[in-house]
């Protein structure tokens, strides 16, 4: 079907910076929007950025001014850039894509996470 491949985590001093990137492979026609949620310990899973297909955005509250995201169409990608990083970001940090796949068939893909750790 369709898996969702995630890179770039890592460990960061705060203040630093890191580039995530996602992307979608398989019987895909087309991926609508793609987001990034990240999930702290003990803590739910959150929405951080959206993208639409036609490349509207929408960011929460605590990452605006700081994190971009931004997609290749061309290449089904979505990336996270992340700037002026704090011990709050740290989590793990999901892909998400609504795809249209197979024969006439949309859903929402995962995945499998990355390790953010924003610490001196």
């Known amino acids: 079907q369709v898996q969702l491949v995630e890179s770039g985590g890592d460990l960061v001093q705060p203040g630093g910076s890191l580039r995530l990137s996602c992307a979608a492979s398989?019987?895909?026609?087309?991926?609508?929007?793609m987001g990034w949620y990240r999930q702290a310990p003990g803590k739910e899973r959150e929405l951080v950025a959206v993208?639409?297909?036609?490349?509207?955005?929408s960011y929460a509250d605590s990452v605006k001014g700081r994190f971009t995201i931004s997609r290749d169409n061309a290449e089904n990608t979505v990336y996270l850039q992340m700037n002026s990083l704090k011990p709050e970001d740290t989590a793990v940090y999901y892909c998400?894509?609504?795809?249209?796949?197979?024969?006439?068939?949309?859903?929402?893909?995962w995945g499998q996470g990355t390790q953010v750790t924003v610490a001196s």
């Open positions: 998400n894509a609504n795809v249209d796949f197979s024969f006439r068939r949309r859903g929402d893909f």
């Open positions: 993208i639409s297909s036609d490349g509207s955005t």
């Open positions: 398989g019987n895909i026609f087309s991926v609508n929007d």
